[in-house]
């Protein structure tokens, strides 16, 4: 079976998961179909972290252009004020099945609110070696994300986890060791 299948499959039935695809290997498309599928089905959002500000861009832009979708979104510094108000508008209004953020964006009090009163179907982490500190590109505030989605759960008064999809095509096993021992220590999850 095909892993991006797989992954799809295992996004569909609402489990976690680590996956290591190389470049070009069809992730984008293993995590937004699941999440367009549960944005239409049961109105959910999947939030996407990316370390790569022009990635989330690129992301929406290739949805929206070439395939007509329009149910993607970022929130980024690059947003003006007023585009920055409006995105927020169409999430809360539930237009959009998809939000990218970066993780900085964790720390944010706009985007917890923001996402306490959405249904939240999925986090998405992309560049997930930046977990380890073994990764080539290790961002402290990936380590604030099982914070986050706690705190999150907490508010929202969920009696499970919220599902966790991780991907990279940058890990040796040290680095896949490191993601996967810190959903386990900090959410268990495995």
């Given at each position: 079976i095909?892993?991006?299948?797989q992954?799809?499959?295992?996004?569909?039935?609402g489990?976690?998961?680590l996956?290591v695809?190389?470049?070009?290997?069809?992730k984008?498309m293993?995590?937004q179909?699941?999440?367009?599928i549960?944005g239409?089905?049961?109105?959910?959002?999947t939030?996407?972290?990316s370390p790569i500000v022009a990635?989330?861009?690129d992301?929406v832009?290739?949805?929206?252009?070439r395939?007509?979708?329009e149910?993607?979104?970022?929130?980024?510094s690059?947003?003006s004020p007023l585009?920055?108000?409006?995105?927020i508008?169409?999430?809360?209004?539930?237009?959009k099945?998809?939000?990218y953020?970066s993780?900085?964006?964790?720390?944010s009090?706009?985007?917890?609110?923001?996402?306490k009163?959405?249904r939240?179907d999925?986090f998405?982490?992309?560049?997930?070696?930046?977990?380890?500190?073994w990764?080539?590109?290790?961002?402290?505030?990936y380590l604030?994300l099982?914070?986050?989605?706690k705190?999150?759960?907490e508010?929202?008064k969920?009696?499970?986890?919220?599902?966790?999809?991780?991907?990279?095509?940058t890990?040796k096993?040290d680095v896949?060791?490191?993601?996967?021992?810190?959903f386990?220590?900090?959410?268990n999850?495995?």
């Amino acid at each position: 079976i095909p892993l991006q299948q797989q992954v799809v499959e295992s996004a569909m039935r609402g489990e976690s998961l680590l996956a290591v695809f190389q470049t070009g290997g069809g992730k984008s498309m293993t995590f937004q179909l699941p999440a367009l599928i549960a944005g239409n089905q049961i109105g959910a959002l999947t939030v996407v972290i990316s370390p790569i500000v022009a990635l989330m861009k690129d992301q929406v832009d290739v949805l929206t252009k070439r395939f007509g979708i329009e149910r993607a979104a970022y929130i980024n510094s690059n947003l003006s004020p007023l585009e920055r108000k409006s995105t927020i508008k169409a999430i809360m209004e539930n237009e959009k099945d998809l939000l990218y953020i970066s993780p900085e964006a964790l720390r944010s009090n706009t985007i917890f609110k923001l996402l306490k009163y959405r249904r939240i179907d999925r986090f998405v982490i992309d560049e997930a070696h930046c977990f380890s500190a073994w990764g080539q590109d290790f961002r402290v505030d990936y380590l604030y994300l099982a914070d986050f989605i706690k705190d999150l759960e907490e508010e929202k008064k969920l009696e499970s986890h919220i599902p966790i999809s991780c991907f990279t095509a940058t890990a040796k096993q040290d680095v896949v060791d490191d993601i996967c021992g810190y959903f386990k220590k900090r959410m268990n999850l495995e």
